[in-house]
């Protein structure tokens, strides 16, 4: 009688595709080689994981109980299961939605950490602290990301400006000329010993500008050069222990 000695199927190869997630993510692809000898694969997910493939390829869902773990693959004939391939999976969660608020000239954001701030919609460069103070008029959201996982966007504030106005007032700060061509004077008078932190920042909010621990005691008058900017109205943005003070300056 003869006899017809069948392999298993052979060890499976690497797996690929995201070994991070997010809570909730669809549609992620696995896929390993071709197994030799394999008439068809098996899959294993983590709990919480969705996904069905007799190929070497599938397409998990994670949905909202899903839980970090492994991904498995063995090759599969009629003679058994050949040695499995795994991939560990870590699952994140999608951060909290945040939420906005307004204290005078400065938005804050109730998200300490992963904040990323939109001004109608459109990302603002380097706007990614806990606060922010707007230039222009519009309406003004953030979201946050965490371990790459994002939230959905935070609750709409619309601010409005009328016009080049300062939106804090201050009668000790001032900026001469007004309109300028990019070569202006900061004048700062104070009644007593102060320290001031001085940023300029573009219409996208960017600091252009910025000179720390300028001390006044008197009057300080501290000439700016920005001829080599676009034209446009800029945000001089001054900070003391306690206060800050903002202005707007026009380049044209």
């Known amino acids: 009688m003869a006899i017809t000695v069948n392999p298993?199927?052979?060890l499976a190869d690497v797996i690929t595709g995201s070994a991070i997630v997010c809570l909730g993510q669809t549609s992620v692809t696995y896929t390993v080689p071709a197994i030799a000898s394999a008439t068809s694969y098996i899959?294993?997910?983590p709990a919480g994981a969705v996904g069905t493939s007799s190929t070497n390829s599938i397409t998990v869902d994670f949905g909202s109980t899903a839980v970090s773990g492994n991904i498995t693959v063995a090759g599969h004939n009629d003679c058994g299961d050949g040695t499995v391939s795994t991939?560990?999976?870590?699952?994140n969660p999608i951060p909290p939605t945040p939420v906005i608020s307004q204290t005078e000239n400065t938005l804050s954001s109730d998200a300490t950490a992963g904040n990323q701030w939109y001004w109608n919609g459109v990302m603002l460069t380097d706007a990614t602290a806990q606060t922010y103070i707007p230039l222009h008029t519009g309406s003004y959201s953030v979201n946050v990301t965490l371990s790459g996982c994002s939230s959905e966007l935070s609750n709409i504030i619309e601010v409005?400006?009328?016009g080049v106005v300062e939106n804090v007032t201050a009668h000790n700060v001032s900026t001469y000329p007004n309109p300028s061509h990019g070569h202006f004077t900061l004048s700062i008078t104070s009644a007593k010993p102060e320290v001031y932190d001085l940023r300029i920042l573009?219409?996208?909010g960017i600091t252009v500008y910025q000179r720390n621990s300028l001390f006044v005691n008197g009057t300080l008058k501290e000439d700016v050069e920005l001829r080599n900017l676009p034209l446009g109205v800029?945000?001089?943005v001054l900070n003391t222990?306690?206060?800050q003070i903002i202005r707007k300056i026009v380049i044209d």
Do not use: E, G, M
């Open 8 to 10: 298993l199927p052979s």
């Open 43 to 45: 899959w294993t997910l």
């Open 87 to 91: 991939l560990a999976i870590t699952v």
């Open 160 to 162: 409005v400006f009328t």
């Open 202 to 204: 573009n219409p996208l």
């Open 234 to 236: 800029y945000s001089v």
């Open 241 to 243: 222990v306690d206060r």
